[in-house]
């Protein structure tokens, strides 16, 4: 098993299990991080969830969720970066094999960039 797919696998595990509490969960969970943007998703799929949401289809909601960009990933507290310049404010979240850096500029936008992680087993 790949370290980048564990998370999806057990997430799919889990939900497969017909464990109710687990399901909710994690449901509670992705509503939250898609809430904030932490789990990406466009416009019409934000509609398309919240139609998922309203009908209660739980399980829908998680499949078409663990699909979108950055499910999965583990968000760190803001954090103060020497990228692109010394006191940069930033964001960090990890997941995928990736690291996802977003950054302030000195002009107040946002920028993002990412850095593919290939993680080791240590002997």
């Known amino acids: 098993m790949h370290a980048s797919n564990t998370i999806f696998q057990v997430d799919e595990e889990l939900i497969a299990s017909g464990n109710a509490a687990t399901l909710n969960l994690l449901y509670v ?14 416009a019409e799929t934000r509609r398309l ?14 499949e078409a969720a663990m699909a979108l960009p950055m499910y999965g990933y ?7 970066a020497d990228y692109p310049q010394s006191g940069t404010p930033a964001q960090i979240a990890v997941g995928r094999r990736e690291l996802v850096m977003k950054v302030r500029t ?12 290939r993680l080791r087993k240590l002997s």
Not at 106 to 117: C, D, I, L, P, Q
Request: hydrophobic fraction near 45%.
């Open 29 to 42: 969970q992705t509503l939250a991080e898609v809430e904030v943007g932490w789990v990406r998703a466009d």
């Open 106 to 117: 000195a002009a107040g936008e946002m920028r993002e960039g990412s850095f593919k992680v």
């Open 74 to 80: 583990v968000h760190f507290l803001p954090c103060v």
């Open 49 to 62: 969830l919240a139609r998922m949401q309203a009908r209660g289809a739980k399980r829908e909601y998680m």
